[in-house]
């Protein structure tokens, strides 16, 4: 999977059924290659260059499912 795919995946929190937002970046492990964190974009969507609040880091333990629009994760907000 790409990044531009993942980016575009709405993530949702399946305590609360929540959205959380998109996927803004990702953190890997540069010796394996493999995901360690997604991380979403905090405060109001459509002032987000203008936020001060940092974005909400979601280990990858917390992913439970990426589907072909969604990312469902189980995270205590």
Partial sequence: ???SE????????????????CV????FDECSGCICKIIVPGGNKVF???R???GLVIPYKDIRQI????ILVDINV
């Fill in 52 to 54: 001060c609040e940092p």
């Fill in 48 to 50: 987000n260059f203008l």
């Fill in 24 to 27: 803004s970046d990702i953190e």
């Fill in 67 to 70: 589907g072909p629009d969604i």
């Fill in 6 to 21: 993942l980016k575009c995946k709405d993530v949702i929190n399946v305590r609360d059924c929540k959205k959380l937002g």
């Fill in 1 to 3: 999977m790409l990044f």
